[in-house]
């Protein structure tokens, strides 16, 4: 390690609005380091990092480059000083290709100053092969899945070359695999002298990758520590301030009557021959790598998509499901993966979008009663542990794992039998995910049949009763949640293997 | 959590001035308002006169109708550019209705029906063709005023059945009563977007239509109900265009009333992409834009220079809203 950090934020403290978000802040991160910075959301993680990224300014508190003290006054200062922010919320143009999109403010002139294509295209291709990603350059983004994004986002940092790339949440819509490359690509960037500092709330990643890590807890240092001298739980402890078990939290429990029987669900390019049943009080998990079709199955099976074959019975009864409205009559939920794009509606606020799917729950002579939907959130409010001051603000002024819970909510009040959840947990923080877990849970003993559609296999060893392994649009494996591991599932996620005739 | 509460209610210091950007915010068109009504007094006593108050009202009440169902279109996030055409259509048919029946009721219920059926057609292509509404109403634009100008051979028609001109030249108290009929469907429309499903379907709609599909919202139906919608409210305008004078042109009645409309929308706060936005707002706009005509009057402003007073308007207002 060199004398010097890289980068040094000294006693950075900012608020809004009068509260205090960062209380005398300091962190460094040295030259080639990859330092994890850690903490639940609202912690003041992103506070910090849009400081350093001159999104916003601090209060007080001065931060050095190399020694250096610099005003980072607004994010291009901050550029050029080398430092690229990767928001969790990617920055992409859609109906730009790929390589207009990562040269975007910084393109290829020729001498007559016209755009050099093939000199953009070639660098492209490079900076993505590195990554092990092989993609026409000409492609249009939006014709991309959300992880090569992702991927193409890290590139445009490494085309920059910038001295510290901040991540915030990379993995969260990679696959495994892709995962893995990603980690050996920084690794490598730390041998080139590059420092990362990595935000995420997968432990088990950033102990694989991480040098430091620094805990911030409700604005303040919690510690910064070697990542070898911490284990996992004391780092999780760290965090949420108690001990948060890892263990597998399902209970067994008698099943109810068959609440839902998919047969030979097939939809041309997205998937296949699907059968699988859920009881009553069942938990059934799908996993998969990104594009396995698990999302489009059951965006299908909720009448979203319509063009598929196949029958679908619900308690007993075929059901031809042609729109969401018809899969929330035959009495299924959904709540979708992406909340910001799929669940939230952000102009409205916490209690509307609760009650957005049952609003007849709520209306007397047709018109919609206040006062019942505000003492119905209060409910919702105190069961699900739902943080919010005043429940009239819009949901986006929520935190990830709040959002969630009102998504959560809005289905309860539906109140349907068949509920399923796409990647429930994505974006949210520990304590949270923990309280969604034991929600779910509680819904199964109530009888409800669940779906869990996750891309961590973890979290489906975690809580379901059935676990569907799913590659290419076809299920290749299914196990009793007690009797796999992460290993085997991988095998038949990659379709290294397959099950035969077997399932079921 | 105790810090968010502070945040709601402490009495701090930099509060006062966050608390002034929302009111701003929220409220920035009554400001606006309140500021132009000021100027308007202070520029020409004559503006204050209760008559003169009275006659803006009057003279916005017809695009004030119009402006309302606008205002539920864009929240819902698309636009509707034929109004101005199907006012004048719902009117020459409707005047053909009254003089074959000689029954007022029916002349009225044809305008309204009219009107409610193109908006139907529109919304119709809006939801279920998947034309982008800009282009669908374009459409319509045309073909109403074409089909308005055939039917009325290029002139104009007028109502035989005494008491039709009543509608729009009778008093009630010191209001006309196309003020009163203004009021009530602003009344109506209000409680329409904050108290029932529809409503609430709308803004979801308008701010994220794959969450209020996921959400089991029947996002069709929303979007033909939102043209059916303004598609009425234009037969309500178009009785009140075609009963002020006994007559309507098939050629130039309603002409640019999309645009006064739109203007009143957009003066008014409401984003044009939709989700966001406030009926009361509408009003305000569409008054905003009745004082300043009833300025550009009294001061004998030239005619042909008003429509550039307003556009400079319609930009001031988009500039100093506060753009996310």
Not at chain 1, 216 to 240: F, Y
Request: proline share 2%; net charge neutral; glycine share 10%.
């Amino acid at each position: 390690m060199t004398s010097q950090p890289f980068v040094a934020m000294n006693q950075i403290e900012k608020s809004f609005n009068g509260v205090p978000v960062l209380k005398k802040v300091t962190l460094e991160v040295e030259k080639g380091e990859i330092h994890a910075l850690l903490g639940e959301n609202g912690a003041g993680k992103s506070t910090l990092m849009n400081i350093l990224g001159g999104v916003h300014q601090p209060d007080s508190g001065q931060i050095f480059i190399e020694g250096k003290q610099v005003t980072m006054a607004n994010p291009h200062i901050s550029q050029t000083h080398g430092i690229s922010f990767i928001h969790q919320e990617l920055n992409m143009v859609g109906d730009l290709k790929v390589y207009e999109n990562m040269f975007l403010g910084s393109e290829i002139r020729n001498k007559a100053g016209f755009l050099n294509v093939e000199e953009m295209c070639r660098q492209t291709r490079e900076i993505l092969a590195e990554l092990g990603v092989f993609l026409n350059p000409k492609e249009y983004v939006r014709n991309l899945a959300t992880s090569y994004k992702q991927l193409i986002e890290i590139s445009k940092a490494l085309l920059h070359k910038s001295q510290l790339i901040i991540m915030d949440e990379p993995t969260t819509s990679l696959a495994e695999h892709e995962v893995g490359r990603l980690f050996e690509l920084m690794r490598n960037l730390k041998k080139s002298g590059v420092s990362i500092i990595y935000i995420s709330h997968k432990l088990k990643e950033i102990q694989a990758v991480c040098d430091r890590y620094t805990v911030l807890r409700d604005g303040q240092l919690v510690k910064t520590d070697d990542m070898q001298s911490g284990n996992l739980e004391e780092i999780t402890k760290l965090m949420v301030g108690k001990a948060i078990s890892q263990e597998r939290f399902v209970h067994e429990h008698e099943f109810g009557e068959m609440a839902l029987e998919v047969e030979r669900l097939s939809s041309p390019g997205l998937f296949k021959d699907i059968d699988f049943t859920v009881r009553k009080g069942q938990i059934v998990g799908f996993t998969g790598l990104a594009g396995d079709g698990r999302t489009e199955l059951f965006e299908s099976l909720f009448g979203y998509r319509k063009k598929y074959t196949g029958t679908i019975k619900v308690k007993g009864k075929a059901m031809k499901i042609t729109h969401p409205r018809t899969a929330l009559q035959a009495g299924m939920g959904y709540v979708p993966k992406d909340r910001k794009e799929n669940a939230i509606i952000k102009d409205l606020s916490v209690v509307h979008n609760m009650s957005l799917s049952s609003m007849g729950n709520f209306e007397r002579w047709g018109f919609i009663q206040d006062k019942r939907e505000l003492e119905k959130f209060s409910n919702y409010e105190k069961t699900l542990n739902i943080k919010v001051a005043n429940p009239r603000i819009t949901i986006d002024k929520l935190s990830g794992g709040n959002q969630q819970k009102v998504i959560i909510a809005k289905w309860l009040e539906a109140d349907t039998d068949i509920l399923i959840f796409d990647n429930p947990t994505q974006g949210i923080d520990v304590g949270a995910k923990q309280e969604i877990y034991q929600e779910i849970l509680e819904l199964a003993k109530l009888g409800k049949a669940i779906i869990i559609l996750s891309s961590e296999a973890p979290e489906v060893l975690r809580i379901c009763h059935v676990i569907n392994v799913m590659y290419h649009g076809e299920i290749t494996a299914r196990f009793m949640g007690d009797e796999t591991n992460e290993e085997e599932i991988m095998h038949y996620a990659t379709g290294a293997k397959r099950e035969g005739e077997h399932i079921g | 959590m105790d810090n968010i509460n502070t945040k709601e209610y402490s009495p701090e210091s930099p509060s006062m001035k966050s608390r002034l950007s929302w009111l701003w915010s929220e409220y920035s068109v009554i400001i606006a308002f309140i500021i132009i009504f000021i100027a308007a007094s202070v520029m020409n006593p004559r503006f204050l006169d209760i008559n003169n108050q009275l006659n803006i009202l009057m003279q916005v009440s017809i695009i004030g109708i119009i402006a309302l169902g606008m205002t539920v279109v864009m929240l819902s996030g698309g636009i509707d550019l034929s109004v101005g055409s199907v006012l004048a259509l719902a009117g020459v048919i409707s005047v053909l209705a009254l003089n074959a029946s000689g029954s007022i009721l029916i002349g009225v219920f044809t305008a309204l029906l009219v009107g409610a059926f193109a908006g139907f057609l529109n919304g119709l292509m809006v939801a279920k063709g998947r034309i982008a509404s800009f282009i669908a109403t374009l459409g319509m634009m045309a073909a109403a005023r074409s089909i308005a100008l055939y039917i009325a051979e290029g002139g104009s028609v007028s109502g035989e059945v005494s008491g039709f001109t009543a509608i729009a030249n009778n008093n009630v108290w010191i209001f006309d009563l196309p003020v009163l009929i203004f009021f009530a469907m602003a009344v109506l429309i209000y409680i329409v977007m904050h108290k029932t499903r529809f409503g609430r379907y709308v803004y979801a709609l308008g701010s994220n239509e794959k969450a209020a599909m996921l959400s089991a919202i029947r996002v069709d139906r929303i979007k033909i109900g939102v043209y059916t919608l303004i598609g009425t409210l234009v037969g309500v305008a178009a009785v009140i265009e075609t009963s002020r004078l006994n007559s309507i042109s098939s050629s130039s009645s309603g002409a640019q009333y999309e645009l006064d409309a739109i203007a009143a929308v957009i003066i008014g706060g409401t984003r044009m992409t939709g989700g966001r936005g406030k009926i009361i707002g509408t009003i305000f706009g569409i008054l905003i834009l009745g004082i300043l005509n009833n300025m550009m009057n009294l001061m004998n402003v030239s005619p042909h220079l008003q429509g550039f007073v307003k556009g400079l308007i319609i930009i001031i207002a988009v500039v100093f809203q506060k753009r996310e």
